[in-house]
């Protein structure tokens, strides 16, 4: 399904009964709303799922490149008002965490509850930016493929990285997006704010979950987080880098469940 928001067409899936809490699934970069499948087919089942391409990737537009996370915020709410949907609770995995965050410190009368995966609060230090940097040249010069393979090489654990099914499903995932859409992002992630000020303020459940194995936002991000959040519970995922929810399924969308069950 496609629907325009903020004057770009964005990608989204909107499946499970219209009565019961909407849970938004947001993916992390350089992904896309695939990788949620095997949450969707879970969680479908007693929850409304709404997961959508954030701009710039899978098949959502980019529009003119020039957009910050803010804009990200902005299209999350003006596809829940699209949707007609009041209140959800985000589930956001690393740059869906950051938006997750923001969208909660902007918006607090449409978040319910937070999933956070895999993410962190703080805004890129100086060595962070740089390595943005680091990647649009690489992805300018060499394109998404080999972007591809050096950012799993990275993000996944050893085991995951020896699941020739798991690279190729992610490998797909990241291919589907564009160098423009990608760079963009880069860019709106490396200006981000830091919502770390915000996090003693949030009142709603909030579960964070972050693979053993993270590299790039390691466990003491979501420890520190999860000091920050009052009543936050926090699950390490087993076997699992930085995609815990595509590494360690089975845990993970567990221990999602149940969260949600305990009345998100
Ligand atoms: C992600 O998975 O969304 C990215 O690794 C986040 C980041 O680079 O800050």
Redesign the pocket.
Known sequence: MRTIVNGLKLYYVDVGPRSRPTIVMI?????GSEMWQSQIQVLRQRYRVVAYDLRGQGRSETGDGQFTVEFLVDDLIALLDALKIDGAVPCG??????VALRAAERHPDRVNGLILC???SEA?TNE?KL??TV?IKAIKKDGVRKFAKS?LGV?LSSSALSDRNLVSVATKIICRNRPLGLCAT?LA?ACRTDTSGFLPKIKVPTLIVVGEADN??PFECSNRMHSSIQDSKLLLIRDAG??SNMENPTQFNESVANFLAAGS
């Open positions: 993916h992390g970069f350089p992904m995995l690393s740059m869906g965490g950051y895999d993410t962190k890129d962070g390595a943005r990647s950012f993000a880069l992630l790039i936002t930085h995609f």
